[in-house]
């Protein structure tokens, strides 16, 4: 069974930096993407960042020349670097993974379905 496992969340000021990471164990085949995605309270999910097997990366606008995701193969670690963080950037971030066979229901993304899902990190970014 698939798990992912995020830590790196808490909370800072305006114009700090945080960096997530996701441990990812129980797959026997790696995932296609690796993905960050984020849920404000009031607000629907939304994609933050995710990376495909090439490392080519893909960002929301919001968070452009800010955020940076990355993954450690041999570590089976996800990561996301933040900087320069803003009270709007204040959410529960979950790691995603696109593992096959993938459970339904998917989220997609590009060319990716995320189906796996980690519990969540809370970053709180206060004015």
């Known amino acids: 069974q698939v798990q992912l496992q995020e830590s790196g969340g808490g909370s800072v000021q305006s114009g700090g930096s945080l960096k997530l990471s996701c441990a990812a164990s129980?797959?026997?085949?790696?995932?296609?993407?690796m993905a960050w995605f984020r849920q404000a309270p009031g607000k629907e999910r939304e994609g933050v960042a995710f990376i495909d097997s090439d490392g080519d990366a893909t960002y929301v606008d919001s968070v452009k020349g800010r955020f940076t995701i990355s993954q450690d193969n041999d570590k089976n670690t996800l990561y996301l670097q933040m900087n320069s963080l803003k009270p709007e950037d204040t959410a529960m971030y979950y790691c995603?993974?696109?593992?096959?066979?993938?459970?339904?229901?998917?989220?997609?993304?590009?060319?990716?379905?995320?189906?796996?899902w980690g519990q969540g990190t809370q970053v709180t970014v206060s004015s």
């Open positions: 129980g797959y026997t085949h790696s995932s296609d993407c």
């Open positions: 995603a993974g696109d593992f096959v066979p993938a459970p339904h229901p998917v989220v997609a993304w590009g060319a990716c379905d995320f189906g796996y």
